[in-house]
């Protein structure tokens, strides 16, 4: 056999293969167990000849690993220069969406309260004329319990009107000291017009403890008022009357467009109600088992689409419910 020609035939073919796949043939063909030169390797009879074909052997071995490094190399650099994702290419961009004004003003206001230590509890949307009339001490024939006004599923079931009856839920669970808000919804039997809808949303506070003052619940009104509108905010209360609160009070917050100079967002009285306030009537710890001997507390009521259109001066409510996105994107 001649070894040198094999050896060089050999090397041609090493240098010629261009793929992964090619210089495997090309093992195969030189090196494979079945060809020439480990065929001839296993017969050889005298070291000299056995010398020769190992040593051919040997470099031809090393030439196929040292090729086959070179093409595997290649071919992974092209695959990844291939495969390569530009992260720096623009992509079309998302249009993100975000929080309903009312969410935001409702998570604003929780905040402020988990801040001063109360808890935020939930509501019924469906309530029974119990918490919602009865045991807020509305009385028999009270313009709210008629069917003109709320909406009734039945004679003793009906949207809530307002958030109050989570007051009582909340005093039936549990014993004082009682700091929370609930917030939500709350339904009135209202024709849509630029200052009325049907649905809206209110967050109600309720603070019972010994010793709690009328005083306690300026300084929270104050606090929240100055977070919602600005720290320059003054605060002033006004009698008015509640079911369920006495002495009952309506706030009014200095305008944070004219602070208090007169323009037409507070109808050139310089202040702008914001909403209801009491102190607990002691008739509703009687209906809830606490001593009202021993606790006083205060409640307030406030809507917070009312919030919403003071702070941004838009001037029709329905707009909050379109939800047209050029209105709600501005929030
Ligand atoms: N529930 C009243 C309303 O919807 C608002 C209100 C006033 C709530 C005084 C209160 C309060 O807790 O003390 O008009």
């Not at 949307?125 to 009339?133: K, L, P």
């Amino acid at each position: 056999m001649d070894v040198e020609a094999l050896e060089r035939a050999a090397l041609t073919a090493v240098a010629a293969a261009a793929s992964s796949d090619e210089i495997e043939a090309v093992r195969v063909e030189y090196l494979g167990r079945k060809s020439a030169l480990p065929l001839a390797l296993r017969e050889v009879r005298d070291a000299e000849t056995g010398r020769t074909l190992n040593d051919a052997k040997r470099r031809i071995e090393a030439a196929v690993g040292e090729r086959a490094d070179e093409l595997e190399r290649a071919e992974l650099d092209r695959r990844l220069a291939e495969e390569r994702v530009d992260v720096t290419l623009p992509v079309r961009a998302y249009a993100r969406g975000r929080l309903h004004l009312i969410t935001q003003i409702r998570r604003e206001v929780e905040d402020v309260f988990l801040g001063l230590g109360y808890r935020v509890v939930d509501g019924r949307e469906v309530e029974s004329t119990h918490y919602n009339f009865d045991g807020l001490n509305f009385p028999a024939g009270h313009p709210a319990r008629s069917h003109l006004a709320s909406l009734f599923l039945d004679e003793q079931t009906l949207l809530r009107t307002e958030t109050s009856p989570s007051q009582i839920r909340t005093m039936e669970g549990r014993q004082p000291p009682v700091y929370i808000v609930s917030l939500g919804r709350v339904y009135r039997r209202d024709t849509p017009d630029a200052t009325h809808v049907p649905i809206f949303h209110q967050v109600e506070g309720l603070a019972v403890d010994e010793g709690i003052t009328l005083a306690d619940l300026k300084g929270t009104l104050d606090f929240l008022l100055r977070k919602l509108f600005g720290e320059q905010r003054r605060t002033e209360f006004r009698t008015h009357y509640f079911p369920f609160t006495e002495p009952s009070i309506e706030a009014y917050v200095s305008c944070h467009v004219c602070d208090g100079a007169g323009c037409p967002v507070c109808r050139h009285s310089g202040w702008i109600e914001v909403g209801g306030a009491g102190m607990v009537d002691p008739k509703l710890f009687e209906f809830v088992g606490y001593d009202p001997e021993r606790y006083t507390g205060f409640a307030f009521g406030w809507g917070l689409e009312r919030i919403a259109m003071l702070r941004h001066e838009f001037p029709d409510l329905r707009e909050l419910w379109r939800n047209d996105l050029r209105f709600t994107r501005q929030f």
